[in-house]
């Protein structure tokens, strides 16, 4: 009778043990294909700022070159941050208007 009791419990136990393992299994492997594909993602994005990188220079020059005739201030290569206030245009320079005239 203890018999018949010991493997009843044993039927109910052992499934959730082994079960537990698989559940353990599939959370590493989740863990694992999320980290993959954030590596990938960062990879992208790396490779996708390297390839535009000389587009992004030639732009801060050509902005640099309109601003100095505009007689507005030169753009540097930092980021910029809003400060939230708003600037009064900057009237146009000399250089400007003598080029359209």
Same mark, same amino acid.
């Given at each position: ?6 493997? $009843? ?12 393992? +698989?559940? +353990? &299994?599939? $959370? +590493? ?5 999320? !980290? ?9 994005? !790396?490779?996708?700022? &390297? &390839? %535009? ?12 070159? &309109? ?9 540097? !290569?930092?980021?910029?941050?809003? %400060? ?18």
């Amino acid at each position: 009778m203890w018999l018949q009791a010991l493997a $009843a419990v044993a039927g109910a136990v052992l499934p959730g043990i082994l079960g537990n393992e +698989d559940e +353990d &299994r599939a $959370a +590493d492997a989740e863990v694992e294909a999320s !980290d993959r594909a954030q590596e990938l993602n960062r990879y992208f994005f !790396d490779e996708s700022n &390297r &390839r %535009t990188e000389p587009f992004r220079q030639a732009g801060l020059g050509a902005l640099n070159q &309109r601003n100095a005739l505009l007689g507005l201030p030169q753009v540097s !290569d930092e980021v910029q941050t809003n %400060t939230g206030a708003a600037a009064a245009p900057a009237p146009a320079g000399p250089e400007f208007w003598t080029i359209l005239c």
